[in-house]
């Protein structure tokens, strides 16, 4: 069974920097592409970035690139984003999320079908 626990987020001010993990277990992790998208109050769900351990490594929303780097330990069966240069437009719930197919990439939250609990990022001004 798929499990995806996050860790990590919390509150910061507007320039600082937060971490977010994601540790999954349950399936050959190396084989899934994993993404984190965002969801901000009365705002649909919506692409952060992506990584893919075997062909297009990572991509990024344009509203995070430069700012955000998402990666990942294979040993340790975890992705990780790293959120710097935090804006208040950044506050949302964070998720996790692995790709309904192995070896696939996408933006789209309907081609993810594990979830992780989510995580609230707040950044104030």
């Known amino acids: 069974q798929v499990h995806l626990v996050q860790s990590g987020g919390g509150s910061v001010q507007a320039g600082g920097s937060l971490r977010l993990s994601c540790a999954a277990s349950g399936y050959p992790f190396s084989s899934f592409a994993m993404a984190w998208f965002r969801q901000a109050p009365g705002m649909d769900r919506e692409f952060v970035a992506y990584i893919n351990w075997r062909t297009s490594p990572t991509s990024y929303a344009d509203s995070v690139k430069g700012r955000f780097t998402i990666s990942g330990d294979i040993a340790k069966n975890t992705v990780y984003l790293q959120m710097d240069s935090l804006k208040p437009e950044d506050t949302a719930v964070y998720y996790c999320?692995?790709?309904?197919?192995?070896?696939?990439?996408?933006?789209?939250?309907?081609?993810?079908?594990?979830w992780g609990q989510g995580t609230q990022v707040t950044i104030s001004s």
């Open positions: 999320a692995r790709h309904q197919y192995p070896n696939r990439i996408g933006r789209l939250v309907n081609e993810y079908n594990h």
